[in-house]
């Protein structure tokens, strides 16, 4: 029962059709801890995002949701997932990484982590959304960083807002097309790429200009 229990929440995205069936307006419900979980707990950022965005589009668009509501349902879980999960950073990171050394890190990434975010933070809180399993470290490092929560708020509801965009509306206009259906992993893992790349060009400028740095010391 469990592993069937966890084997839906992994593939949520291809049981979700059966489960509106199901459990109807409930499915909201569903989706929008899915979603907080997979954003909000460093613990879980192995459920389904971008795929269920596309997919309850999908669903939307042959009338199983409301497009509206399931925009703004996924959108609040985003952000407030995100927002958990800047907080337990920024109360919980500082203890675990209060020594020298610890289990997984030292002072030093502490350090290291707030410089890059000093730097980079509003453009990587808006592409980790676009990028599964950064998606959910980002904020936390981002509350470890100190990143000041006013700007880690506003670009946090940007990078929601065109995360569900992107995937919510493109599953509404083309999730039913019959080549998109039977291509949707390659589309993804497309997607993926292609949002990969300028947070790809910000950490090889970032490394690039750290070594003639550190050549120009030298």
């Not at 960083?145 to 506003?154: E, K, T």
């Amino acid at each position: 029962m469990i592993f069937e229990l966890f084997e839906i929440l992994l593939h949520l995205d291809k049981y979700l059709q059966g489960i509106v069936q199901e459990y109807s307006t409930l499915t909201y419900l569903i989706i929008f801890l899915v979603i907080f979980f997979e954003t909000g707990i460093v613990v879980t950022p192995f459920l389904p995002g971008d795929s269920l965005l596309f997919a309850a589009g999908a669903l939307a668009a042959i009338g199983s949701f409301d497009i509206k509501v399931l925009f703004v349902i996924i959108l609040i879980a985003a952000i407030f997932g995100d927002a958990v999960n800047y907080h337990i950073g920024k109360y919980v990171g500082p203890k675990i990484f209060n020594r020298e050394s610890s289990l997984f890190f030292n002072k030093e990434y502490l350090v290291k982590a707030q410089s890059f975010y000093e730097k980079h933070g509003k453009k990587t809180i808006i592409l980790a959304r676009f990028i599964p399993f950064i998606r959910t470290f980002a904020p936390f490092v981002a509350g470890i960083g100190v990143m000041p929560y006013r700007i880690f708020f506003l670009y946090n509801v940007l990078g929601a807002f065109l995360w569900c965009a992107l995937f919510i509306i493109g599953g509404y206009f083309f999730g039913n097309i019959q080549i998109v259906k039977d291509n949707f992993g390659l589309l993804i893992i497309g997607i993926i790429i292609v949002s990969m790349l300028p947070l790809l060009k910000e950490i090889i400028t970032h490394f690039w200009t750290r070594k003639k740095e550190m050549i120009s010391q030298n």
